[in-house]
């Protein structure tokens, strides 16, 4: 819990003020803004994802139609996480189970959406015959953004924050009710007046602005070293988890605690670990765009043309890849050049023909 503070103690402040009400009504349905802000991030997710995927030679859709299995899967497991881990605010006296499936108030645990969104997503990365790896590098540089809008919907519900501040960014945390019955209610109530009973350190913001760093860094990485089988994906798991783990330790909302120390800290160690071993074991080539293109959906042509964001940098290279890796259809590129050695059907030329086939050398005429 944290200390009230006066309002004179603060007056002075540019702190940030929290909304008045995070839930609308629009006749007897809430509008959430929590619910809002994952729903924009997982739209720009897959949007971004599909672009990134065409670019590398994938089919147009190919994201969206492997989101139909990996959304729903994420969020379930981001809330059996969440549920799981911090069991005490569902189970036990006065506390009523049911709350578990209400995920519009907030509480999805990352760690679980990206486990069971995965198994989602390798289910339908199989149905359309595309390669996980590469799927999960397309779509990471979105994941983390998707995060970052999401962790708008945390200020709206007035939670994730960490301890009290007097720095200019601080988090001002009003009292909220509900109008009807005047009892408090923190995440569908509407706020009293504007004087902070608190003001404390904003972290849903500083892993909103940490996980837009991320975001750049492994675009940047990504057409500096033209990465792929899952390192992009790894990369920016490594990036986000060694965020918070010191957002972590800054933050004062109830969680379950492993020898006295948050678990989320203890999960943020081991996870970070393996996305660095993953980077240093995995090598190699990134994908070829043929492998990328998977099975056509129904009426589709068999093999759309192959875009690259990094056709340029080839141009450059001479038109070789620079990193060895060929085109779609590069493979066939040295066909004409046999064609011209090639005598033409009905040519006159029976002798030079015959050499040929018995491998004299080339004709003469």
Not at 77 to 90: E, F, I, Q, S
């Amino acid at each position: 819990m944290t200390a009230p503070v006066p309002a004179s103690a603060t007056a002075f402040l540019a702190n940030i003020p929290s909304p008045d009400q995070g839930v609308w009504y629009i006749g007897p349905f809430p509008l959430r803004a929590y619910a809002l802000c994952i729903i924009a991030g997982i739209v720009v997710a897959i949007l971004w994802g599909d672009r990134r995927w065409v670019a590398r030679g994938g089919r147009k859709g190919t994201v969206v139609d492997i989101a139909v299995f990996a959304v729903p899967f994420g969020l379930v497991g981001g809330r059996l996480y969440h549920v799981a881990t911090d069991w005490h605010k569902y189970f036990g006296p006065d506390r009523n189970p049911l709350d578990a499936l209400k995920v519009w108030e907030g509480g999805l645990g990352i760690w679980g959406a990206v486990a069971l969104g995965a198994v989602g997503a390798w289910i339908g990365c199989r149905r359309r015959g595309v390669p996980l790896p590469a799927f999960a590098d397309a779509v990471a540089p979105g994941l983390v953004l998707a995060q970052a809008i999401g962790r708008l919907g945390n200020w709206f519900n007035q939670e994730l924050y960490g301890g009290p501040t007097t720095l200019p960014w601080g988090l001002e945390i009003y009292r909220r009710i509900d109008p009807a019955t005047g009892l408090s209610d923190p995440i569908a109530g509407v706020a009293a007046d504007h004087t902070p009973i608190t003001v404390v350190h904003p972290t849903f913001l500083y892993e909103l602005l940490w996980n837009v760093g991320v975001c750049l860094l492994i675009v940047w990485a990504d057409r500096q070293f033209r990465m792929g089988r899952g390192r992009v994906f790894a990369l920016y798991v490594a990036g986000y988890t060694a965020g918070r783990f010191w957002i972590e330790l800054m933050r004062t909302d109830e969680a379950t605690p492993l020898f006295g120390i948050r678990i989320n800290v203890f999960t943020s160690v081991i996870v970070f670990a393996l996305a660095v071993v993953y980077l240093l074991v995995v090598r190699g080539k990134r994908e070829d765009p043929a492998q990328l293109l998977g099975k056509p959906r129904p009426g589709e042509e068999d093999e759309p043309e192959a875009r690259s964001d990094d056709a340029p940098a080839e141009e450059a290279a001479g038109g070789e890849a620079a990193d060895g890796e060929r085109r779609a259809g590069g493979a066939d590129a040295a066909e004409p050049e046999a064609e011209r050695d090639r005598p033409e059907a009905g040519s006159g030329q029976p002798e030079a023909q015959a050499q040929r086939a018995n491998g004299d050398g080339e004709s003469r005429s």
